[in-house]
């Protein structure tokens, strides 16, 4: 991809693992069930984290010291060295790609021969800009507090934790030009798991049908913003993949007759807490989830790059046009 553009941060190489989630797919389906509803706060605690991370960024930024006399001048002068970079080089008003990268970006080359793999993680928490930074926490506002209310902290967080390194790792395969930073695998992982968590949990709710159609269309069209050029599409796909995974393991619902069974008279036959298919697709989504991240990270750390393995899948992060190219 052309290194004068942003969604990478402008004139740099940063790749802006934003998108722009539609907030339906927040939108619940129904399920009749009397499980524990869980207070949200860890997904509140992710979103102060993300903006203190990025008011801290844009103080070590510092672009009034660090970029005089460019091109442009920095933006919003006001905000001291806070203000952002030029919009040259960075249009989602943000830092610039040498702060990012400083502060924990994504860089392949130094994820595998600077032995800095604490990147897969850092890089998850940072973001290229303003804009970029929004559009990320309002995804999670609408896609983690509902998860979280039904499931509770600690599976939401292993999802979102997991699914980010999931899209890192895939993202390090496939991008090795360029620095990658943002949330956006993350979120992907979340969205996986509501559609896995519908899939598991099939047989107590409602309105299957049109909760199935409703999840997948947000699914392709978020997809499909991803191969506009320069925006992390593989981060996004790993971080989908690795959620709807997990889905199938960490989000298993009790059946109705179990949930119910304290209001059955005695001698009743008690129905089983989970589905033989429940559990199926668990061992199955176990052993892929352990056999894809064992593969992923010895391919990385080999320093392989996923496009010797696949010629087309260029295709998933970038599809040129007569309106732009993909570059490199």
């Known amino acids: ?24 797919s927040s939108s619940s389906y129904y399920v009749e069930n009397n499980e524990k509803q869980w207070t949200s706060w860890l997904v509140p605690m992710f979103v102060v984290a993300n903006v203190s991370v990025f008011v801290v960024v844009m103080y070590v930024n510092n672009c009034p010291r660090n970029n005089q006399g460019v091109e442009g001048g920095c933006v919003a002068r006001f905000l001291g060295r806070l203000s952002f970079e030029p919009l040259k080089e960075n249009p989602l008003f943000g830092p610039s790609s040498n702060t990012l990268e400083k502060l924990g970006a ?9 032995n800095q793999a604490w990147r897969l993680i850092t890089c998850i928490w940072l973001h290229a800009g303003v804009i970029h930074l929004l559009a990320n926490i309002l995804s999670l506002i609408f896609i983690g507090i509902r998860l979280e209310q039904q499931f509770g902290f600690i ?119 989970h589905k033989a298919y429940q559990y199926l697709f668990l061992v199955i989504a176990m052993v892929l989830l352990i056999a894809g991240f064992t593969v992923g990270l010895v391919m990385l750390f080999r320093g392989e790059n996923g496009h010797d393995h696949c010629s087309w899948c260029h295709y998933l992060s970038c599809v040129p046009t007569s309106k732009w190219h993909c570059g490199n």
């Open 1 to 24: 991809m052309a290194s004068g553009d942003l969604e990478r941060g402008g004139g740099s190489n940063v790749k802006n693992r934003g998108n722009s989630y539609n907030q339906s």
């Open 106 to 114: 994504l860089n392949w080359d130094k994820v595998v021969h600077g």
């Open 155 to 273: 599976r939401v967080g292993l999802i979102y934790l997991l699914s980010g390194f999931g899209g890192s790792v895939l993202s390090s395969l496939f991008i090795q030009r360029s620095i990658s930073v943002g949330a956006s695998g993350a979120l992907f992982g979340l969205l996986g798991a509501m559609l896995s968590e519908l899939l598991t949990n099939w047989t107590i709710y409602t309105n299957k049908a049109a909760a199935l159609i409703t999840l997948m269309v947000i699914i392709v069209i978020n997809l499909a913003v991803g191969i506009l050029p320069h925006v992390d599409n593989f981060a996004h796909i790993g971080g989908f993949l690795t959620g709807f995974l997990l889905g199938f393991v960490l989000l298993l619902r009790p059946q109705f007759g179990w949930v119910g069974r304290k209001h059955l008279p005695a001698g009743a036959r008690v129905t089983s807490k």
